[in-house]
């Protein structure tokens, strides 16, 4: 179990399906790479529905298991 707080960040296609994510215990990382995938989304992905989310877990268990993960 960790002490720590757990940033993920998603970005999800919109079936729901998660198609990149990135965990770390940064922050300031997190908000980074929360802005990339926002950026990195097209107008058209957009409005196809795909989103980028970011969120936090208490433990590296919740994270996907598809996840990069950074510590």
């Known amino acids: 179990m960790s002490d720590r707080q757990i940033w993920v960040n998603e970005q999800i296609d919109p079936c729901g399906l998660v198609y990149s994510c ?8 997190a908000q980074l790479c929360h802005a990339s995938f926002q950026e990195n989304l ?20 919740e994270v ?6 950074l510590d």
């Not at 990135?22 to 990382?29: F, N, P, V, Y």
């Not at 996907?64 to 993960?69: H, I, S, W």
Request: some cysteine; proline content about 3%.
């Open 22 to 29: 990135i965990a770390c215990c940064d922050e300031q990382k």
């Open 42 to 61: 097209t107008e058209a992905q957009k409005q196809a529905g795909w989103v980028a989310r970011i969120r936090t877990v208490a433990t590296w268990e």
């Open 64 to 69: 996907p298991v598809n996840a990069l993960k």
